[in-house]
């Protein structure tokens, strides 16, 4: 069975800091796909990456950059300088492979960012 | 790039009645659509794989006479809530992915349809 945990409910902090978003998960499958969304207050699912299981690079994305760790299963997300509009819930999720295969969601890590 | 359009954003019903909800690809066809249902402030959780043609598969706990879905055409699911209560309130939302991009597509989400149940 497939299982996505973030072990933090929310988080909050203060402009400009950095926050990293843990994501542990577990399978069977050798091929599997990584994903984290953020899902904003209006409650839309919002694409952030996706990370396929046998490429372990880490990736930027301007403030944003993710950490894979096949050894520790952990796909963990950092967002640098924080602002106020990445006040969100972000979801880490996994899934067997095809894209016409479902997302097996974490809980979610509700992020506050205070000015 | 690949869109899926899910009418309506929210909807208020009365208990007992019956609500629809579509799902739609606006330019691809999808053959397999999922439908996912998220209770306030917890996680989205897979109800149903909706698949062109023939019947859905639903997950464990999930009762199919209840939760009808229809894939009629390539582009178009629907999930009509039956005979509605006020546990059946939450935010659905569905999914579905373009073939041509591959295995690799992503899922592409709709933006959700928040449904209340008075």
């Known amino acids: 069975a497939q299982k996505v945990t973030q072990a933090q409910t929310e988080i909050s902090v203060v402009e400009k800091e950095d926050v990293t978003l843990d994501c542990v998960y577990e399978?069977?499958?050798?091929?599997?796909?990584l994903f984290w969304y953020k899902q904003p207050p209006s409650g839309e699912l919002v694409f952030l990456i996706r990370?396929?299981?046998?490429?372990?690079q880490n990736e930027i994305s301007g403030r944003y950059s993710w950490n894979f760790q096949k050894s520790t299963s952990s796909f963990n997300f950092t967002i640098t300088a924080s602002q106020v509009v990445d006040s969100a819930v972000y979801f880490c999720a996994l899934s067997r492979g095809s894209g016409n295969t479902p997302l097996v969601f974490g809980k979610g890590t509700r992020l506050s960012v205070i000015a | 790039g690949a869109v899926v359009s899910q009418h309506p954003s929210w909807v208020i019903c009365k208990s007992g009645t019956s609500v629809k909800i579509e799902c739609r690809s606006l330019?691809?066809?999808?053959?397999?659509m999922f439908w996912y249902r998220q209770f306030p402030k917890q996680s989205l959780m897979l109800m149903a794989t909706?698949?062109?043609?023939?019947?859905?598969?639903?997950e464990q706990g999930v009762e199919k006479d209840k939760f009808l879905i229809n894939h009629a055409s390539l582009t178009l699911s629907t999930l009509t809530v039956t005979s509605a209560h006020p546990e059946d309130s939450s935010f659905y939302i569905c999914?579905?992915?373009?073939?041509?991009?591959?295995?690799?597509?992503?899922?592409?989400f709709g933006n959700g349809t928040r449904l209340t149940v008075t």
């Open positions: 909706s698949n062109e043609g023939s019947k859905a598969t639903y």
């Open positions: 330019d691809f066809q999808a053959t397999t």
């Open positions: 990370r396929n299981s046998f490429d372990e």
């Open positions: 999914s579905a992915s373009n073939p041509t991009e591959g295995d690799n597509s992503p899922l592409h």
């Open positions: 399978t069977r499958d050798t091929t599997y796909y």
